[in-house]
């Protein structure tokens, strides 16, 4: 198994808000990132948006320039599993869907050479039962970017029942060597982040749904109130309402409490294709459709 030094190859499977960021974040730290989406628009609209970014960073000084076209060429665009095969390290960020991410865990365990590690950068689903999947449950782990990934300063990992302590240090010290902090979970749902911001998250809709206010009073209040950089419901068309619906799906299930019984409100915007600032309109309307917020 590669140490955090020695992860040169980095697969990155899901193109969209969260593993475009990454992607970007594994390239400009130096690894050969191989980007994997089932849908060939998302892969393109990322290369774009990760080159805008990383040159945006260039003309601020932050960045040379020669870095930053390095890290444009280090990033391939490929269309099968089986095109990871050499990789290090794979991080996998699709869809929030616990039966689709097996999925993708048992062709990964198939694919990837015997030390690669399987990270998966889900929001609340359990690791072990990812990791139980695999024939390497050991080197299964939880490496839980935040939006979007090349601002946000924490990367949260969550151990499995049965992830080692070394690969948890190489990936400790990779998650530190892409410039984060790092704290780590165990394997609960949502582990520590989502556990205590959904139930917020969710709070702030039954407020909006049972007509306590307006959402701009609702994130006016919190912001301003508590000194949050964004509204409750502002972070959640952020975030993507999808996924704020799956993460409380999984609290609800995983912990047996009505209180993070999803909000009827959230479930209807869902069910109409309002996901928030991905699709152009959630709680609130944006311009236009955009992967992702980049600086
Ligand atoms: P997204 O909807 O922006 O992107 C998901 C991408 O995965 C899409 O481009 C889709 O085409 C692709 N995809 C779906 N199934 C696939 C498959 N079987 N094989 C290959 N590609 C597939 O979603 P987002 O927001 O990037 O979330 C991805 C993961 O990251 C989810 O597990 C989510 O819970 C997690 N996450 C999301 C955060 C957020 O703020 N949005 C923050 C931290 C984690």
Known sequence: MATASEI???????AGQMG???????????????LLDADPAALSLAVAS??????????????????????????????TVQDLRDADLVIEAIVEKEDVK???????????????ILASNTSSISITRLASATRRPSQVIGMHFFNPPPIMKLIE????ADTS??????????????????????DYPGFIVNRILMPMINEAFWALYTGVATKEDIDTGMKLGTNHPMGPLQ???FIGLDVCLSVLRVLHSGLGDN??????????YVDAGRLGKKRGVGVYSYGQKSSSVRP
Do not use: M
């Open 165 to 186: 302590d070394e690969v948890f240090a190489a990936v400790k010290s990779f998650s530190e060597r892409l410039g984060k902090s790092v704290i780590c979970s165990q």
């Open 235 to 237: 972070l959640a068309d």
């Open 102 to 116: 097996k999925k993708l865990f048992v062709e990964l365990d198939k694919i990837t050479k015997s030390s690669a």
């Open 8 to 14: 040169a190859a980095v697969g990155v499977i899901g």
């Open 50 to 79: 990760i080159s805008a970014s990383l040159r945006r960073l260039a003309a601020k000084g932050q960045l040379s320039q020669a870095a930053c076209e390095d890290s444009i060429k280090r990033i391939r665009c490929v269309s």
């Open 259 to 268: 209180k993070y019984s999803p909000c009827p409100l959230l479930v209807q």
């Open 20 to 34: 475009s960021g990454i992607a970007q974040l594994a390239a400009a730290a130096g690894c050969a990132v191989l």
């Open 157 to 160: 990992i969550i151990r499995g």
